[in-house]
C-alpha cells in the first residue's frame, strides 16, 4: 500500500469498525427495563390489620403507620385500638406512642397486633413518662 | 549521727514529698495504647478506655479503608500499641501479614469479625462479576457497624480486652462499657422509629458500593449498589445499564453518593433515572464533624435516608 495513504486510511477505518462491532456487543445496555410488577414484594393484597393498645395506668394512646394517618387517642384512656389496611405480604412498621406524663414511675404499654384473626405480635413496651417504640411485624 | 536539726530537716522534705504527692492525686500507670484500623472501633475505644487508654488511629475518618495501605510507619505505631483494633472478615486485605509483623511485640489482636452476626457479600462479588485483582476482602460483608447489634456486640468485646490488658481499670471500663451499651439501645430504637415512616416500597437504597447491607438486613431495605462491597472497582457499562432499569422499574426516588466516593456514575445514574440526588452515606466508617463519632454517623445517615425517601 506504499504511495496510497488514502487506501491505508481506508483500510485503517475498516479493522477499526470491524473492532468496534464486539466492543459496542459487550458494553452496549440490554434496554430491559425491570416491569414494575417487580414490586411485588410490596404491592399484593390489603387486609386490615388491628393494633390493640393496653396501658398500665390512664394515657394517651396513638399508633402510626408509614404512609397512613396516625390514629391517636383522647387523654387518659387504658384501651384503644386502630385497623390499618396493609400489605399481606409486607406490612408497614407500627409506630406506638403513650403518653403517661400524669403518671409517676415506670408504665407499660401492650400492643398486639391482628390479622384474620390470629396474633402475629403481641409485645409490652416499657419507660417513664413517654413510651414508644416501633413493632415491626416479619414479613408472613 | 545526724544532729537533732538534721533529723528535723529530713523529715520535713519527707513531710513535703508526702503532702505534694497527694495533692498530685493517686499516681496512674501508664495508659494502654491501642491502635485501630477501624474508626467506628477507635470511637468505642475512646468511650470505653476513658483516661486509661490512648488510641492511635491507622486508618483515620475520610480515608477510603478499602484502598488504604499501612506505611512503615503504620507498623511500628501497631508494634508499640498493646491492643490492635480490626474490622476482619477481610476489610484489612493487609491484617494477617500485620498480625505476623506484630506477634513478636506482643499486640493482642481485636478482630470485630470473630463476634459480630456476619451476613453474606453474595450480591457485590457473584451477581457482578467483577475482577477481584485487588479486593480485599473475602464472601462476608464486613461493614459490621452498620447494624447496632453488632455495634453493640462489639463494643462489650473492646470492654473485655481492655479488662484482661489492664485489670485495675475493670470498674472503670465496665461503667463506661454500659453507659455506652444504653447509648447504643437508645440510638437502635431512635433509628427504628425514623426508619417506620418510610413504607416498605420505599426501602431501597441505591448507593456508591455495597456497603450497607447489614442496615438493610435490620430495616427491611434492598441494596443496589453501583461497585460490589469494595469501592476499587469501577462498574462495567453493561452493570451501570442494568441498574438504570432496576431503578426506573422500581420508582427508585432517591440515589446516595458516600462521602468518600467519586459520585461521577452516580451523578450519570441520576441523570439518566430522574432519582434525586438523595444525599451523602458514610459507608465505610465514620466521617467528620458531626459523622465523627458512631453514633453521630449513625444518625447522619439515617436523616439522609429517611429525609431522600419518605
Known amino acids: 500500500m506504499r504511495g496510497f495513504p488514502l487506501a491505508r486510511v481506508l483500510v485503517v477505518a475498516g479493522a477499526l469498525v470491524l473492532l468496534g462491532v464486539p466492543v459496542w456487543f459487550m458494553t452496549r445496555g440490554d434496554g430491559v427495563v425491570a416491569p414494575v410488577a417487580a414490586v411485588a414484594k410490596t404491592e399484593g393484597a390489603l387486609v386490615d390489620y388491628t393494633v390493640r393498645l393496653t396501658a398500665s395506668a390512664p394515657a394517651r394512646l396513638s399508633v402510626m403507620v408509614a404512609g397512613k394517618e396516625p390514629a391517636e387517642s383522647g387523654d387518659g384512656v387504658r384501651e384503644f385500638q386502630a385497623v390499618f389496611p396493609m400489605s399481606e405480604s409486607a406490612p408497614e412498621d407500627v409506630a406506638v406512642f403513650a403518653d403517661f406524663s400524669q403518671e409517676g414511675g415506670k408504665c407499660a404499654v401492650r400492643v398486639e397486633v391482628e390479622r384474620g384473626g390470629r396474633v402475629l405480635k403481641d409485645a409490652t413496651l416499657w419507660g417513664e413518662g413517654v413510651v414508644d417504640d416501633v413493632v415491626v411485624l416479619n414479613d408472613p | ?310
Open chain 2, 1 to 310: 549521727m545526724m544532729r537533732s536539726g538534721q533529723v528535723g530537716a529530713v523529715k520535713h522534705i519527707f513531710s513535703i514529698a508526702a503532702a505534694l504527692a497527694l495533692a498530685a492525686g493517686p499516681l496512674r500507670a501508664e495508659p494502654v495504647r491501642v491502635a485501630s484500623l477501624s474508626t467506628v472501633m477507635a470511637d468505642f475505644a475512646r468511650d470505653i478506655g476513658g483516661d486509661r487508654v490512648e488510641v492511635v488511629e491507622i486508618v483515620e475518618p475520610g480515608v477510603d479503608p478499602h484502598a488504604f495501605e499501612p506505611s512503615p510507619g503504620d507498623y511500628r505505631a501497631v508494634a508499640g500499641a498493646r491492643i490492635l483494633l480490626a474490622n476482619g472478615m477481610g476489610f484489612e486485605g493487609y491484617l494477617d501479614k500485620m498480625r505476623q509483623a506484630v506477634a513478636k511485640d506482643g499486640v493482642e489482636v481485636v478482630v470485630a469479625g470473630d463476634v459480630v452476626e456476619p451476613i453474606e457479600a453474595e450480591q457485590a462479588c457473584d451477581a457482578h462479576g467483577h475482577d477481584h485483582s485487588h479486593h480485599h476482602h473475602g464472601s462476608l460483608d464486613p461493614h459490621w457497624w452498620h447494624s447496632i447489634g453488632n455495634a453493640r456486640l462489639v463494643a462489650a468485646q473492646i470492654r473485655d480486652a481492655f479488662v484482661e490488658a489492664d485489670p485495675a481499670g475493670k470498674a472503670e471500663y465496665e461503667a463506661n462499657a454500659a453507659k455506652l451499651d444504653g447509648r447504643l439501645a437508645g440510638l437502635a430504637k431512635w433509628v427504628r422509629k425514623q426508619v417506620a415512616q418510610l413504607p416498605k416500597a420505599s426501602r431501597v437504597l441505591v448507593t456508591s458500593h455495597d456497603a450497607l447491607g447489614y442496615f438493610a438486613k435490620d430495616h427491611g431495605f434492598e441494596v443496589m449498589a453501583v461497585q460490589g462491597i469494595s469501592t476499587e472497582e469501577q462498574p462495567s457499562s453493561r452493570r451501570v445499564q442494568e441498574l438504570i432499569g432496576e431503578i426506573r422499574g422500581k420508582g427508585v426516588k432517591a440515589i446516595f453518593a458516600e462521602n468518600i466516593e467519586n459520585p461521577k456514575v452516580l451523578s450519570e445514574i441520576t441523570a439518566e433515572t430522574g432519582a434525586k440526588p438523595g444525599g451523602v452515606l458514610y459507608a465505610d466508617g465514620l466521617g467528620t464533624g458531626n459523622a465523627g463519632t458512631y453514633e453521630g454517623m449513625m444518625r447522619s445517615n439515617v436523616n439522609t435516608i429517611v429525609g431522600a425517601l419518605r
